[in-house]
């Protein structure tokens, strides 16, 4: 069964730190993993893309790593402000089965 | 492109009341994926379209969930009857699929539907 886990499932930083969120997955076939943020009471909104020949991508202060032998992606936030306030969702999209599933999400809170 | 559409943004109904919910994807791609969002299951794959066909609706709660996609730019999830633990932010995502792959979902608004 395609499976997706975020740990921690809150977190809480000072402003300027630097953080790291955690997705793992089960599934072997994996073809992407998609980082997304949410605002309260909005949509997704998509981060960054990591294709399964991929071992990071990088936008701005972000930087998600890649590693399908161990079932695990990363989100780096550098010099953390408190407008990064949300909650992040990893998905993995399946070549198995087509369906991209999702983690239960990590709600961030950065404070000034 | 305007995005993911979906209509409406807001839904309240009696229980028991029929509940349609619309979404138009991004022009040119061709998976569509219905999510459910609550607090305590988080975001759950309903179905999803490829090419207009539906490919998994494993993820459909029960027989009152209907989906269907009648052509490229348009898609409804159908609730009937509705009942208050049905509940929840519906999510429509497109994508562009080519075969075996998945390139970036991009999501709508959703519809926060709210069943008393």
């Known amino acids: 069964k395609q499976e997706v886990t975020q740990i921690p499932a809150a977190l809480s930083v000072p402003e300027g730190e630097n953080l790291v969120l955690n997705c793992s997955f089960t599934?072997?076939?994996?073809?992407?993993l998609q980082w997304f943020r949410q605002d309260p009471g909005k949509g997704l909104t998509s981060l960054l893309l990591?294709?399964?020949?991929?071992r990071e991508q990088t936008s701005g202060r972000l930087n998600a790593s890649l590693d399908k032998s161990s079932g695990r992606s990363t989100l780096y936030i550098a010099a953390s402000q408190p407008g990064d306030s949300a909650t992040y969702l990893c998905?993995?999209?399946?070549?198995?089965?087509?369906?991209?599933?999702f983690g239960q999400g990590t709600t961030l809170q950065v404070k000034p | 492109d305007a995005g993911v559409i979906q209509s409406p943004r807001h839904e309240v109904t009696e229980m028991g009341q029929e509940v349609t919910l619309r979404c138009k994807p991004i022009?040119?791609?061709?998976?569509l994926f219905w999510y459910r969002q609550t607090m305590m299951r988080g975001l759950e794959l309903l179905i999803y379209?490829?090419?207009?066909?539906?490919?998994?609706d494993s993820g459909m709660p029960e027989d009152r969930f209907s989906a269907k996609m009648p052509n490229a730019s348009f898609s409804t999830l159908k609730i009937q009857p509705s009942e208050p633990r049905d509940s929840a932010v519906y999510f429509c995502?497109?994508?562009?699929?080519?075969?075996?792959?998945?390139?970036?979902?991009?999501f709508g608004q959703g519809t926060r539907l709210t069943v008393v």
């Open positions: 995502a497109s994508s562009l699929l080519p075969p075996g792959r998945h390139t970036e979902a991009f």
């Open positions: 599934d072997s076939a994996i073809y992407n």
């Open positions: 990591i294709q399964s020949s991929q």
């Open positions: 998905a993995e999209g399946s070549s198995n089965t087509g369906k991209l599933i």
């Open positions: 022009s040119g791609h061709n998976s």
């Open positions: 379209f490829n090419n207009n066909v539906p490919i998994d």
